[in-house]
Structure formats: C-alpha cells, structure tokens
C-alpha cells in the first residue's frame, strides 16, 4: 500500500520564546511556579487592562525568520482570533492573520544522505494560553479542572511549512533541523518534553502520480521527535486502508496517544468555529525598517550548515562526524575552543565522539556542563602528542579528570602514569617476555608476523600501559633478529 500511495505532510510548529516577560505584560515566563502566581491583569484579560508589546519578541522573530530565508514584512499587525476556551481568559488569542511577521522562506533538509527543500509559508507571533489542570488522568474522567494561567501570555512563533514533506522521516529530519535552529538562535530552549516546542501534523495520502490533494486531518500537539515520525506514519497507513476498503477521509482534528501507537479523532472540521479575526485594536501595527533588518542579519550567529562546511573544510572532519558535532551550538562550541587552545581538530574530534560522548550521555549532561573543559582535553592530547603518555593511558587520565575537574598534566604527575621511555627499563621488560613465550617467539622466526602483535600485548601488560608501544616494537624486532 505504502507505494500505491504518496503522504502529503505540513507541520505546523509551535515553540514558546525564551523572553524573560510576556509577550505583552512584565509578568515572567519562567516554567511551573505555584498556579496563578505569574498573572497580571493583563495576562487575565481583566477589563481595561492594556498590552504593551514586548520588543524582544519581534526581535526573536526577525531573527527566526531570516534564518530561516523568509522575508521579513517591513508593516505587519496583530488580529484577534476569537474562541471560548477557559484556558484563554480573553476570549481572543492575540495573533497574527493576514500580515504575519515573516513570509516565503525555506529549509534544507538531510534525509538518507539527500538534500531537500522544505517551503515554509508564514512565521507569526502569538500568545499562548493558559493550562488546564483535571481532576481525574484525562478531562472525560474528571469532575473538575482547574485552570492555571502562569503560561497565558507567554510568547509564541507558530511556524507553518508548505505541504513539502513527504515521509514522518522528513517530518522528523525538519522539526530537528528546525529545532537546532532555534537553539543556536537562542530563542528558545526547544524543549518538546516541557511543551516548549509542540506541532501540529497535516496529513493526508493520494495516489502516487497525482497532483490533486487528499483530504488532510490534523494531528494536534505531538511532543516528541519519534512521536512526530509515529504518529504521520500511522496516520498515512491508516487514511490508505480507509481509501482502499472504499471509505473515504474525514477533514478532522486528532490526537497522537504515544503509549498505544496511534491517533484518535477528536472533532470534525466542520464543527469548528469561525474565528472571526480582525485587527487588534489595542496594538499598533509593528513597522520594521530596513537598517533593522539588516543589523539582524549581520548580527546572526553561525548556524549548523555553515558550522558543518568549516568542520569539513577547515577541521578536515567527515561530513557525517561534523554533522553529529554540530547539532547542538554548545557541542560545536567545545570543538572550537578545545582547537583554539592549540588541539589537533580530529584528534578532538574523536575524544568528544568516543570516551567524552559516553560519560557525558551517562550523566545526562550537555558538552557545555563537561567535567573536562575543552582546554584541559586539549592539554592531555599535547602530553600523548609530546609522548608522555599513550593513548591508552589517557583512556585512564580522562576519567581521573572528569572525577576530579584536574588539568591531565597533574594527574599524571600524581597517578605516577608517565611513559617509559628509558630503553634500558623496556629493553629489560622485552628480554622477559621472550624468554617467557617461546611458541609466539618460534611463530614469528617461522615467518608469521602477526605473532609480533601478542608479544607487544605482553609487554605492554607488563608495563601498565606506560610503555612507548613504538619503542617496544622496536626493541622487540631488535631482539628477535638475534
Ligand atoms: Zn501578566
């Protein structure tokens, strides 16, 4: 069925702005807090209170659009969306309709090691509204919700893709990619777990080769990266085997349930309301000039496919290795300033992919809260450089430092690791494993020259790790001949 039918996905993408006040009152949008305690008159929507924008939003949202290739509206305005809901005090969300702040832009995907182009459509700023609280786990099993407002009035960017997408792989690669933008733009912490950042998936499936679009649902608030993937994934199979058992889509809003794997209908379409928009009358409309747009493009941070490009081009990295160390700005980071404190690229590269990656994932940290500052990795790689200690001792040396936040330098000096690098101490070492296996030491007289390998082992056994392995093989080669 999967190929007698083709998915057509859009997202809708909801991700809460990391300013510290509201977008248009000064309470703070700090997340929990005792209920009801980050509200104001205005957050409330108590009659007569005004809103005040706050500039940072708009600030954020040029930012997110440019980075995003879309044209910033020199005049654009805010509209009420008019619903009831208790969560929205007002009876309106204040958002934006007609003349949105960023229009036709797009993002490049990487899916299966191909790129592709994602059209998005419109960026606007919104209010967020309140959260209910239910008596029961669910709001049908509850006899009472109570209604919390600390989060009304947070900002909001809804940002709306073109139907580009075609698989919940697509959907995932764009939401991640989006994600990392949002992050390295540090507008938003991007946090799907805490709401921080939620989307909205228009699906619908036709058959492959035609143009005209199926009748779509939408799939409300998924909250996960494989959730995102999961639920379009179900969503397509199941509006296919609709189709082919001869029954047809109905236009509806769903919910994903990740503990069962599926979505579930919640209302028709039609049975929603007409928002019956119009023009914010307690706002003025917002005018950007042009010097502001451009002081914001001069002021955007590297972003992660131009940070991967210098990694491959500077840092000589694979492509894959700089795409994994630059999905998070603060792991790009720590490669960059343990290279600056004077680190060989791929040298650092490996240790932050391998021994690094693992205590960090084992702690649950990021690269920023590493126990190893760049500038001590990159002083333990001088001293296997220098060669007084080898790599394996520095597998040894890096925890010492996570665990105790000391330079390797020091370590070293304390724990005694230093390289053999004396001959005489080796050579006496070497003398002693030969004498010690004769049938390795017969093997490679007899021409096996793999047999040198497990009497390197032994001598390294021997040493601790400490002898120079180069040395070691030297000598060895050396004794065997005679
Ligand atoms: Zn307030």
């Given at each position: 069925m999967s190929s007698k039918y083709e998915t057509v996905i859009g997202l809708e993408v909801h991700t809460e702005l990391?300013?510290?006040?509201?977008i248009f009152c000064g309470c703070t949008t700090e997340f929990g807090g005792d209920q009801n305690t980050h509200v104001c008159p205005v957050c409330l929507g108590l009659p007569g209170a005004m809103p005040v924008l706050n500039k940072k939003v708009v600030e954020f949202a040029i930012k997110v659009g440019l980075a995003l290739n879309c044209d910033i509206l020199h005049f654009n305005k805010f509209d009420r969306k008019n619903y009831y809901y208790p969560d929205l005090p007002k009876n309106y969300q204040t958002s934006q309709y007609d003349l949105p702040i960023c229009l036709n832009g797009h993002l490049d995907i990487e899916v299966n090691g191909e790129t592709k182009r994602i059209g998005i459509t419109r960026i606007h700023m919104e209010e967020d509204a309140g959260k209910l609280v239910h008596s029961g786990n669910t709001i049908s099993d509850s006899n009472s919700s109570n209604v919390d407002y600390n989060r009304t009035g947070v900002p909001l960017l809804e940002i709306v893709s073109e139907p580009d997408i075609r698989s919940g792989a697509e959907a995932k690669a764009y939401v991640e990619k989006l994600r990392s933008i949002l992050q390295y733009l540090e507008v938003s912490d991007g946090r799907m777990e805490e709401g921080s950042l939620r989307c909205d998936c228009n699906v619908s499936v036709r058959l492959r080769g035609t143009t005209e679009f199926g009748t779509r649902t939408e799939t409300k608030n998924v909250n996960s990266l494989t959730g995102i993937q999961k639920a379009i994934e179900y969503e397509a199979l199941r509006q296919a085997k609709l189709i082919e058992a001869g029954g047809k889509v109905d236009q509806e809003t769903r919910t994903w349930d990740d503990a069962q794997g599926i979505t579930l209908g919640m209302r028709k379409k039609d049975e929603e309301n007409d928002y019956r928009y119009f023009p914010e009358p307690d706002l003025v409309p917002i005018v950007i000039t042009d010097e502001e747009i451009e002081a914001a493009r001069n002021a955007l941070p590297e972003l992660q496919d131009a940070k991967i490009a210098r990694f491959v081009s500077e840092y000589d990295l694979s492509r894959e290795d700089a795409t994994i160390l630059t999905v998070a700005k603060v792991t790009a980071n720590y490669l960059d300033e343990a290279v600056n404190a004077g680190a060989d690229p791929k040298t650092v590269s490996n240790w932050m992919l391998g021994d690094l990656s693992k205590m960090i994932n084992e702690n649950n940290l990021t690269f920023a809260q590493s126990k190893v500052s760049p500038e001590n990795l990159a002083g333990m790689i001088a001293l296997i450089e220098k060669g007084t200690i080898s790599g394996k001792i520095a597998k040894k040396v890096i925890v010492s430092m996570w665990e105790t936040g000391k330079d390797a330098d020091t370590i070293v000096k304390e724990e005694g690791l230093?390289?053999?690098?004396d001959t005489g101490a080796i050579e006496e070492i070497v003398k002693q494993v030969i004498a010690n296996n004769p049938q390795p030491v017969e093997d490679f007289k007899g021409g096996?020259?793999?047999?040198i390998g497990f009497l390197v082992g032994q001598v390294m056994k021997e040493s601790k790790g400490r002898a120079n392995p180069g040395l070691v093989n030297e000598l060895l080669q050396k004794f065997l001949k005679d």
């Open positions: 990391k300013t510290k006040s509201k230093v390289q053999i690098t096996n020259g793999k047999a």
